[in-house]
């Protein structure tokens, strides 16, 4: 994961001193400086393999980003078992792999540094208005829509803190409590009767990536509609089955018409992407797109949520700074 301290902190270390090589030229510092290289290098290796797995399936910024860095990481491999087993006339080679490698790891810093601030590559032009459809959906997945390609489930990558939770459909209930006139405990098929709506919306992740899908589902606005909010209430937290909760400020989700989801691209929302429901935050990061939504809690003050209160904006605004 590039957010990862354990990740991106040594990472940004080796890659400065893959760079400092060019500079030093006394024999024993620039031992010493490969095998200090070596250390971070592999500390931030393994902090991006233990927090985010290593995917090979995709190309975007944060696959960009990976190769880079392993790049990188191979050719200053490649030039220390140069510099360690071919010691006569090694300094024409050894220096060659030395340049290139100070190359890639400008390169995936640059790119790292990008990320760090909010960098995100997303589609423009997506529509913004939301279509009245059936709550009864196809279940043969769609691969476009309004003239948009979307994302094929098999595509789109998925984040969780606990792993993929598996909610029963009979048992479910949504339970909206806090700040309001009348607190409700719906069923899921409760909420199948709402309004239903759908609209194309990209779901961009933090790290780089992410996907166009057709979301159908329900306005939150209509739930608290019925909840009836107090003259007081400014703020809602989304909390789901596996601890994790987000909160969003009640002011975007009635200007944004705020979707809760249960279709995605045409099909119900499967397990891994949020069943029963996953929140719709356009123009937010992915942390916000809450996943197997249990209960809603309105108060009338921010509340942090799971990744919030371990140092990323609580805003969330695509294009900006993910960290406060």
């Not at 606005?221 to 400020?249: E, M």
């Not at 209960?295 to 921010?302: A, P, S």
Request: aromatic share 14%.
């Amino acid at each position: 994961m590039v957010f990862s301290e354990l990740h991106w902190v040594p990472s940004v270390v080796a890659a400065v001193l893959t760079i400092l090589f060019a500079f030093v030229k006394d024999k024993r510092r620039h031992k010493l400086l490969s095998y200090v290289l070596f250390f971070f290098a592999a500390i931030g290796i393994i902090g991006y393999a233990s927090n985010d797995g290593i995917s090979l399936l995709f190309f975007d910024v944060h696959t960009l980003h990976y190769w880079l860095g392993i790049v990188a990481l191979l050719l200053s491999i490649s030039t220390f078992v140069d510099g360690a087993l071919f010691k006569k006339g090694k300094t024409k080679n050894h220096c060659n792999l030395g340049r290139l490698t100070a190359v890639f790891s400008c390169l995936a810093l640059l790119i790292g540094l990008l990320l760090l601030m909010g960098f995100n590559i997303q589609p423009r032009g997506l529509p913004t208005v939301q279509l009245p459809v059936s709550n009864i959906l196809p279940e043969v997945e769609v691969t476009e829509f309004q003239d948009i390609r979307l994302t094929p489930l098999s595509e789109q990558r998925n984040n969780a803190i606990k792993g993929t939770q598996y909610l029963n459909r009979s048992s479910y209930r949504l339970s909206v409590v806090g700040l309001v006139e009348n607190e409700l405990s719906y069923s899921y098929e409760d909420l199948l009767k709402l309004p239903a709506y759908a609209e194309v919306a990209y779901m961009p992740c933090v790290e780089g990536w992410g996907f166009t899908a057709k979301w159908t589902g329900f306005k939150v606005n209509d739930l608290l509609d019925i909840a009836k909010l107090q003259p007081n209430a400014t703020y809602i937290v989304f909390r789901s089955s596996d601890g994790y909760a987000t909160g969003l400020p009640i002011g975007y989700l009635k200007s944004n018409q705020t979707l809760m989801a249960y279709g995605i691209n045409d099909l119900t929302l499967p397990p891994e992407r949020g069943f029963p429901f996953q929140l719709v935050a356009v123009d937010k990061y992915g942390y916000k797109w809450a996943k197997w939504v249990t209960d809603i809690e309105v108060g009338d003050e921010v509340v942090a949520g799971y990744w919030e209160s371990r140092g990323y904006s609580n805003s969330a605004d695509v294009g900006t700074p993910p960290f406060i």
